[in-house]
């Protein structure tokens, strides 16, 4: 394993398990313009795709515990079918072919493996590699407390 990607991995765990922080995604978008939504009879080319992601995800707070337990605290918007305030899930970082993978969530509360783009003291982006075209999607999560 190259040393770069285990301290990548290293330093991406402490981001996010730093005390009493809280992130919350900011930002969703394509590194090419796609039809995010192809099932609808419009054809529309975007990379901004942030009025896709679903309402109920974009007030929630998550807070990442050392031992790989995942609270997310769902705000003012909740998932339908579920109105609790405080969802409880797992996640997981781990080194696979020198790329720092992040095991979170999917738009439904499902474990949904991604890869790290990028890192920084108050934030994170992931993304995940989209089948039908190659895309990659991107989510920026930012620290909100």
């Known amino acids: 394993m190259d ?3 285990a301290a990548d991995t290293l330093v991406f ?19 090419m313009p796609i039809d995010f939504d192809n099932t609808d009879t419009i054809t ?8 896709y992601l ?15 337990t995942l ?3 769902q ?4 998932i ?11 996640y997981k970082i781990e080194t696979v072919d020198n790329k720092v993978m992040f095991d979170f969530l999917d738009y439904n509360y499902n474990p949904y493996r991604y890869f790290l783009h990028e890192k920084g003291t108050d934030y ?11 895309a990659k999607l991107f989510s920026k999560f930012v620290v909100v407390e």
């Open 71 to 73: 609270q997310v605290y």
């Open 75 to 78: 705000n003012i918007e909740k």
């Open 54 to 68: 679903s309402i109920y995800l974009r007030d929630d707070s998550n807070v990442f515990l050392q031992d790989g």
């Open 124 to 134: 994170f982006i992931l993304y995940t590699v989209r089948d039908s075209d190659k």
């Open 3 to 5: 040393k770069d990607i």
């Open 13 to 31: 765990k402490q981001l996010l398990t730093a005390t009493d922080k809280k992130f919350r995604v900011v930002e969703f978008y394509s590194d």
């Open 80 to 90: 339908p079918g579920d109105n609790s305030v405080l969802l409880l899930r797992s």
């Open 44 to 51: 529309t080319k975007e990379v901004n795709l942030w009025k």
